[in-house]
């Protein structure tokens, strides 16, 4: 059983030494450490750290909030762990363990919590949309092109101009022109 270390400071002017310090001093054979927000999605080294670690490791970390951005976030880290066999641990917070039965009821409550907090956000959403339509506002973002527009374009590509200069004479992305073409084309 390899016990593997996350540690994670926010900015660049943080340091993370005295985490990497503390893990080592648990028992860390390895130690993943990088320089990342937590609200930053993409955190590469506790992505290269979550697919090192094998069944029968467990993850260390000094304190919750280095790991995960939310609770949502922290059930779906834990979550992965324990479909691979890895046991978790939080060394600031002796109840956070989960080799032991205490730290799984622990974990199993902010299972529950991150599901309600998901529910939650949801019936918001939901809300806001029914809100948005209810005032004529149907979402997305509005429509560059009208029908003059597509006219013009056209004009343009009946005038043998290629789709670039039609773009830029319009004043619309290459994309846009593709796609409206084919409905100006009869």
């Known amino acids: 059983m390899a016990i593997v270390g996350y540690a994670r400071v926010s900015t660049s002017g943080q340091d993370y030494e005295t985490q990497v310090a503390r893990l080592s001093a648990h028992g860390a054979d390895k130690i ?93 959403q939901m809300e806001g949309i029914a809100r948005a339509r209810a005032e004529g506002r149907m979402g997305g973002r509005p429509k560059m092109i009208d029908g003059a527009m597509e006219e013009r374009i056209a004009e343009l590509r009946q005038g043998n101009l290629s789709i670039r200069k039609i773009a830029a004479e319009i004043g619309v992305s290459k994309a846009s022109v593709q796609k409206i073409l084919p409905r100006t084309q009869t």
């Not at 880290?77 to 622990?106: E, H, P, W, Y």
């Open 32 to 124: 993943f450490s990088e320089k990342k927000s937590g609200l930053d999605g993409k955190r590469p080294e506790l992505s290269r750290c979550l697919e090192y670690i094998r069944e029968g490791d467990a993850l260390v970390v000094t304190k919750l909030d280095r790991l995960a951005r939310s609770t949502a976030d922290l059930y779906r880290i834990v979550s992965q762990l324990a479909d691979k066999g890895v046991a978790f641990k939080v060394l600031d917070d002796d109840l956070v363990d989960t080799t032991t039965r205490t730290g799984k009821l622990v974990m199993g409550i902010l299972a529950l919590i991150a599901e309600f907090e998901t529910d939650i956000r949801r019936e918001r």
